[in-house]
């Protein structure tokens, strides 16, 4: 399992609903948090490993291994507030720009013992569920950075363009 970049297109895809938690999804997600941890991010979505399915990891305190959280089928049910911040996202290494998100929401999603959570998150926590969730519907940061902060990034982008093109073409031969 590995982390893809901007712009392999399966981070365009909507994901499909994890219909039955199977020991695959158990085995895949402990692996991402893992992966996670690894790239010392807070957030990693299903489609960011190549699997498109409506699942996603977060850890805002990744040095609090109890604060992790795997989220089946997420979804928001209400926001409130709006905040513009800095904002990353593994999938696109050396990119970072300004966003407006909600500050408080709730989520609703299920565990990978099939137990329902309804949290509601404020600030950071807040900010990596719309993260994450727009993962699942293909929504990326790009998409949603202010002007001034994507015409900053665009040389970057055409890099990583350029990049991906290079790796698939590799692949081929
Ligand atoms: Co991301």
Not at 66 to 75: D, T
Request: charged share 30%.
């Amino acid at each position: 399992m590995e982390i893809v970049h901007y712009p392999d297109p399966v981070l365009r895809k909507k994901a499909a609903v994890v219909a039955e938690i199977t020991d695959e999804v158990v085995a895949r997600a402990r692996e991402m948090l893992e992966l996670m941890y690894e790239a010392q991010g807070v957030g990693l979505a299903a489609p960011q490993v190549g699997w498109s399915v409506q699942l996603c990891v977060v850890n805002q305190t990744p040095e609090k291994r109890a604060n992790e959280r795997v989220c089946i089928n997420p979804v928001i049910v209400d926001t409130s507030g709006e905040e513009v911040c800095e904002e990353g996202c593994l999938s696109f290494p050396e990119v970072r720009g300004n966003i407006s998100r909600a500050t408080r929401l709730t989520c609703r999603f299920y565990d990978l013992d099939g137990e329902r959570h309804e949290v509601v998150a404020e600030g950071l926590l807040a900010r990596m569920f719309q993260h994450e969730i727009d993962h699942l519907n293909g929504r990326l940061i790009v998409d949603r950075m202010t002007p001034a902060s994507r015409l900053a990034v665009r040389s970057r982008l055409k890099d990583l363009e350029r990049e991906h093109g290079a790796r698939r073409d590799r692949s081929l031969v």
